[in-house]
């Protein structure tokens, strides 16, 4: 238990002080007139006060994310904790601040625009379609289980669920941002704080204790640490998504001050969520081979339900319930509002008034399409490529922000560590995992460290550039 409470106590603790350090690097201006107000248009741009941006942001960037995540997570043990914390403070936070922040500077752009600008045409080229695949797939994973839950509970048939659901998203991707997000989406995420503030309350109650730290690997399957369980737990440490949703919330912001709290703590709070629910996991069934097994009985959504009914009776069940429904509905809808927003910047289509529904929806269909179709076929071979494009995305976003950091002068190596440490982490993945090209791990490993060796390289050559250059505006 210790360990667990000492694990939310460095969250909030990284929350006060390493925030407010990563926001006097960026050098946030108060003055400034944000997006909100300079291209207010009634649709995406609409100023919005800070505390329902960040129970938006929070929503937008949890759902089901740490919980399902943090519950696979921790098939390996207390270990779990320790990457939740650490990758939560000096890698998510970070990334969620910078991208929001500098979405926020260059009048709400979405993230393929920002890393075109900072890491050049080419990579801009492949990140839209990276962006716009995982927007496709996340949309679709986080569709098919609510439209199957609610097809048990209800006389519906799955495929008029799918149907009533994608029209849902429909509506709401074209709907100005301050109707139904901004008016029901902060009651959702007080929804999934309470879900977990609950079940955190429950769980230092009950006679099975809270496991402390070990890092011993636990998992009933001996699958190694690294980096598997970078890629497990991406929502509660890490998340490329997360890219995708900041700038639905910097089009919203009021001041720059309202940066740190709005993305820099939602991510926190995302980490708390993610650390409450590693320890339901481990603890409720008694450790990893019994998780293991709730697991593989019903799925993730199967053990929260188990959880949840148990330790909190009638109200659990049906926090679960509406958990499992709405958060992923949620998550779905705004993975559309960015892809829409995505496809408009890649056409150079500069402004939408609020009355023209039309060219909005004419950018929601070609994103909605594919992913309704994905929702109905048998998605779990799918889902696998969802936990590596999704780190692809985090770390090409913390270069993009070590490059900005680079070129305005600050303290680079605050994005840079993590962004090399997340290079890393991509590129042996991608080797050894099954979905990928499934070779053995010492392989893997090896060509991981020559990858990140080479970045490294790369980055290097960057500083140098950067410190020629300026060397030479002195001189003249």
């Known amino acids: 238990m210790l360990t667990f409470l000492s694990s939310i106590a460095l969250l909030i603790l990284g929350y006060i002080v390493y925030a407010k350090v990563v926001e006097r690097i960026f050098s946030i201006?108060?003055?400034?007139?944000?997006?909100?107000?300079?291209?207010?248009?009634?649709?995406?741009?609409?100023?919005?006060?800070?505390?329902?941006?960040?129970?938006?942001?929070?929503?937008?960037?949890a759902g089901l994310g740490p919980i399902f995540g943090a519950l696979m997570g921790a098939l390996y043990g207390p270990v779990a904790f320790i990457w939740i914390v650490i990758g939560c403070i000096f890698a998510g936070a970070v990334h969620d601040y910078f991208s929001g922040m500098m979405s926020l500077r260059h009048n709400g752009a979405q993230y393929p625009e920002l890393v075109g600008r900072y890491l050049g045409k080419n990579m801009k080229f492949i990140i839209n379609i990276v962006s716009l695949v995982l927007m496709i797939l996340?949309?679709?994973?986080?569709?098919?289980?609510?439209?199957?839950?609610?097809?048990?509970?209800?006389?519906?048939?799955?495929?008029?669920?799918?149907?009533?659901?994608?029209?849902?998203?429909?509506?709401?991707?074209?709907?100005?941002?301050?109707?139904?997000?901004?008016k029901i989406y902060p009651l959702f995420g007080a929804i999934l704080i309470f879900m977990a503030v609950a079940i955190g309350g429950a769980l230092l109650f009950i006679d099975t204790p809270i496991p402390n730290l070990t890092f011993a690997n636990l998992h009933p399957q001996e699958l190694p640490i690294w980096p598997l369980l970078m890629v497990t737990v991406s929502c509660g440490a890490i998340s490329g998504f997360h890219c995708t949703q900041s700038p639905i919330v910097a089009r919203t912001l009021k001041?720059?001050?309202?940066?740190?709290?709005?993305?820099?703590?939602?991510?926190?709070?995302?980490?708390?969520?993610?650390?409450?629910?590693?320890?339901?996991?481990m603890t409720f069934f008694n450790g990893t081979e019994g998780l293991q097994a709730a697991i593989a009985a019903g799925g993730p959504a199967g053990a929260v339900n188990e959880i949840s009914t148990s330790l909190l009776g009638t109200l659990g069940g049906i926090l679960a319930v509406l958990g499992v429904i709405i958060l992923p509905i949620t998550t779905g809808d705004t993975a559309l509002r960015s892809s829409r927003m995505i496809l408009k910047e890649m056409v150079h289509i500069k402004g939408t008034k609020q009355t023209d529904w039309k060219q909005a929806l004419a950018f929601s269909i070609p994103v909605a399409l594919p992913a309704f179709y994905l929702s109905t076929i048998d998605y779990s071979f799918l889902w696998r490529y969802v936990g590596w494009s999704n780190q692809l995305v985090a770390t090409v976003t913390l270069w993009a922000a070590t490059i900005y950091c680079l070129r305005h002068g600050k303290?680079?190596?605050?994005?840079?560590?993590?962004?090399?440490?997340?290079?890393?982490?991509?590129?042996?993945?991608?080797?050894?995992?099954?979905?990928g090209f499934n070779l053995n791990y010492q392989l893997s490993m090896m060509i991981g460290a020559f990858i990140t060796i080479a970045v490294t390289i790369w980055y290097i050559y960057k500083i140098r550039s950067k410190i020629t250059k300026q060397l030479t505006e002195t001189a003249a």
Request: glycine letters at 10%; aromatic letters at 14%; a negative charge.
């Open 29 to 61: 201006d108060p003055s400034q007139k944000t997006p909100a107000y300079t291209k207010e248009d009634g649709l995406d741009y609409v100023p919005m006060p800070w505390w329902k941006g960040w129970l938006i942001q929070l929503l937008n960037i």
């Open 138 to 182: 996340v949309a679709a994973a986080f569709t098919a289980g609510p439209a199957q839950l609610i097809a048990q509970l209800t006389p519906l048939s799955f495929s008029t669920v799918l149907i009533l659901i994608f029209t849902y998203f429909l509506i709401a991707t074209i709907l100005p941002v301050n109707q139904v997000i901004g």
């Open 255 to 281: 001041n720059e001050r309202d940066g740190r709290k709005v993305f820099y703590g939602a991510m926190i709070g995302e980490g708390v969520i993610a650390l409450i629910w590693a320890a339901a996991g």
């Open 411 to 435: 303290f680079h190596w605050i994005c840079g560590i993590p962004a090399l440490f997340m290079t890393g982490v991509v590129g042996s993945y991608i080797f050894y995992a099954p979905e």
